[in-house]
Every structure is written in structure tokens, then in C-alpha cells.
T-cell receptor
Framework: DVKVTQSSRYLVKRTGEKVFLECVQDMDHENMFWYRQDPGLGLRLIYFSYDVKMKEKGDIPEGYSVSREKKERFSLILESASTNQTSMYLC????????????FGPGTRLLVL | GQNIDQPTEMTATEGAIVQINCTYQTSGFNGLFWYQQHAGEAPTFLSYNVLDGLEEKGRFSSFLSRSKGYSYLLLKELQMKDSASYLCAVRGSNYQLIWGAGTKLIIKP
């Protein structure tokens, strides 16, 4: 069974704080993704990575950065959290860019006050 | 622009059949996915279509018409545990997924 875990289910932070969201997958997948999910909107891709130390911007990278120092771990960083970054953050992984299935973690619900 | 449309919410009765539609306009097409997401949980993969036609998988079937930019997910013999959101996603020309907002399916006894 593929397992994608995220460091926190719920997080409350203050405006201006630096926030780290961690994602770990145990299936040796090449590709990892960070999305945010907001009511009434589809999942929106923030960043993705096809290999260690490699990152590509998605559709909404502004205000975020990522780190992939090890294959199994992909971190999302909010350099200076703002209230409009209050959202559900979902991490996913897949074996190749063309694989049918992305496997998702349980999500981190972030509230920025 | 790129667009995925699906109904916001649908209601159906336990034991019945429901069809959830998805229409898309994307630059390029490299497959369409359906995911199920229970409230507060991760999306899980249901089906993948890249060629026209119907793919059946137990109680769930998915249909694709590329010429019409249209897909549907058919759920038969509905059970209460099928209450969830159903997400349609299209893999575009750059191989990234474009997601619809999801259809919340409510099953009533």
C-alpha cells in the first residue's frame, strides 16, 4: 500500500510566520506535488518535483517555496504566512510523470490568523 | 483558457444509480481521471480514461468522449459510503492535471 503522510492535520499560524509543511512517501516515487484545495475551486498545483533537488513551479507558486533534499520528502514553505494562504494543503506522489495515479496524503488544514 | 465543469452537488437514493457529468476544455488531452474524496480525507483514484468508451470497474463505470470533451462517472447500487465528493481531472498537453471543483454526492436512505 502506498503511503503518503503529512506532518500535521491541522495547523494555526499567525500572519508573517514562516510555516513548514512536510510530506513523506514510502513508495520510492520519483514525482511529488503540492496542491491547495479551496471550497468551490479545483485542486491548484503550487509546486512539483520530478527528482531530488529539482523543483518546478505550478499554477500558483507565489508566496511559497519548496525543498526536496531526499527522494521521499517534499517540503512546502510559506516564507511569510498571510491570511489568504488559509487553505487545505494536499501532497501527492506518483511513480512517473505519466503514471495514471497520484497518491495523496491526508492533507493539512492551515489557518492563518 | 482551460476549464473543467462538473455539478456542484447531487442527491441520490441508496440502491439507485447516479451519473456525474464532467465537461472539459483544455489545451491538449492526455487522459481523464476520476477521484473520490470523503470529507476531511485524501482523494483516492477511481478511474482513468484515455480512449473513447466505457470503462467498468465493479459498481463504478467511467465514460469518455474526446470529440465532445465529455465524461461521466456512473455509480450503481448506491451505498451510504458512496457519499463523498467526486473530482474530475484532465491531464493536459504539459502532462499536469487540471482539476474540476468536484461534485458533492449526497446519498439518502
Amino acid at each position: 500500500d502506498v503511503k503518503v503522510t503529512q506532518s500535521s492535520r491541522y495547523l494555526v499560524k499567525r500572519t508573517g510566520e514562516k510555516v513548514f509543511l512536510e510530506c513523506v512517501q514510502d513508495m520510492d516515487h520519483e514525482n511529488m506535488f503540492w496542491y491547495r484545495q479551496d471550497p468551490g475551486l479545483g485542486l491548484r498545483l503550487i509546486y512539483f518535483s520530478y527528482d531530488v533537488k529539482m523543483k518546478e513551479k505550478g499554477d500558483i507558486p507565489e508566496g511559497y517555496s519548496v525543498s526536496r533534499e531526499k527522494k521521499e520528502r517534499f517540503s512546502l514553505i510559506l516564507e511569510s504566512a498571510s491570511t489568504n494562504q488559509t487553505s487545505m494543503y494536499l501532497c501527492a506522489s506518483s511513480d512517473t510523470p505519466y503514471q495514471e495515479t497520484q497518491y495523496f496524503g491526508p492533507g493539512t488544514r492551515l489557518l492563518v490568523l | 483558457g482551460q476549464n473543467i465543469d462538473q455539478p456542484t452537488e447531487m442527491t441520490a437514493t441508496e440502491g439507485a444509480i447516479v451519473q456525474i457529468n464532467c465537461t472539459y476544455q483544455t489545451s491538449g488531452f492526455n487522459g481523464l481521471f476520476w477521484y473520490q474524496q470523503h470529507a476531511g480525507e485524501a482523494p483516492t483514484f477511481l478511474s482513468y480514461n484515455v480512449l473513447d468508451g466505457l470503462e467498468e470497474k465493479g459498481r463504478f463505470s467511467s465514460f469518455l468522449s474526446r470529440s465532445k470533451g465529455y465524461s461521466y462517472l456512473l455509480l450503481k447500487e448506491l451505498q451510504m459510503k458512496d457519499s463523498a465528493s467526486y473530482l474530475c481531472a484532465v491531464r493536459g498537453s504539459n502532462y499536469q492535471l487540471i482539476w474540476g471543483a468536484g461534485t458533492k454526492l449526497i446519498i439518502k436512505p
